[in-house]
Antibody, heavy 122, light 107 residues
């Protein structure tokens, strides 16, 4: 069964940090470009960050650059998102998503996790 | 950043009718466009990529077209399970971007 499972979502105060994880199983995690996408309550999808297969190239949306860090540990089939200086408006479900195989740059997302909820509130 | 603009925001359609959803990119993205379907409480599902290629298991009533800056998702005969929100996405350039979505509702 192909699966992505996120964890780490929590309630945090504005300005604090949080780290999300996403474990892949049954998929070619180690040979896939991976991404984080978020969705605020009742809103649309926002791509947050992406990382190359070997982790050497990282890409960010303008609104998180300098505050969020995407990383991966292929030995553990795990993707991470370190989120710093969190803002109230970043309350959202955070999904990890896999590039369809063959897309080693930007690509369509063929597998998504179920998401983990991050709530930023004082 | 490439802005993806979807129209209309809401589309009211009767079951069995055809639905046409539009997506416009603020600059040329060639055919690097995907379409996703999202139902309430569910994860987005990839429908179309490469502007017109079906993802695995997607029914033929869904079709995509376009290149450059103008793209269309057509649902030829709406089924009850097709009422959902549809998003386009460009993956031509970083940062990747999504459109704001089109909600297809029952008329």
């Amino acid at each position: 069964q192909l699966q992505l499972v996120e964890s780490g979502g929590d309630v945090v105060q504005p300005g604090r940090s949080l780290r999300l994880s996403c474990v892949g199983s049954g998929i070619t995690f180690r040979s896939s470009v991976m991404n984080w996408v978020r969705q605020a309550p009742g809103k649309g999808l926002e791509w947050v960050a992406g990382i190359s297969i070997d982790g050497g190239n990282k890409y960010y949306a303008d609104f998180v650059r300098g505050r969020f860090i995407i990383s991966r540990d292929n030995s553990k089939d795990t993707l991470y998102l370190e989120m710093n200086s969190l803002r109230v408006e970043e309350t959202a479900v955070y999904y990890c998503a896999r590039n369809r195989p063959g897309y080693t740059y930007g690509g369509p997302f063929d597998y998504w996790g179920q998401g983990t909820l991050v709530t930023v509130s004082s | 950043e490439i802005v993806m603009t979807q129209s209309p925001a809401t589309l009211s359609v009767s079951p069995g009718e055809r639905a046409t959803l539009s997506c416009r990119a603020s600059q040329n993205v060639n055919t690097n466009v995907a379409w996703y379907q999202q139902k309430p409480g569910q994860v987005p599902r990839l429908l179309i990529y490469g502007a017109s290629t079906w993802a695995t298991g997607i029914p033929a009533r869904f079709s995509g077209s376009g290149s450059g800056t103008d793209f269309t998702l057509t649902i030829s005969s709406l089924q009850s399970e097709d009422f959902a929100i549809y998003y386009c996405q460009q993956y031509s350039k970083w940062p990747l971007t999504f459109g704001g979505g089109t909600k297809v509702e029952i008329k």
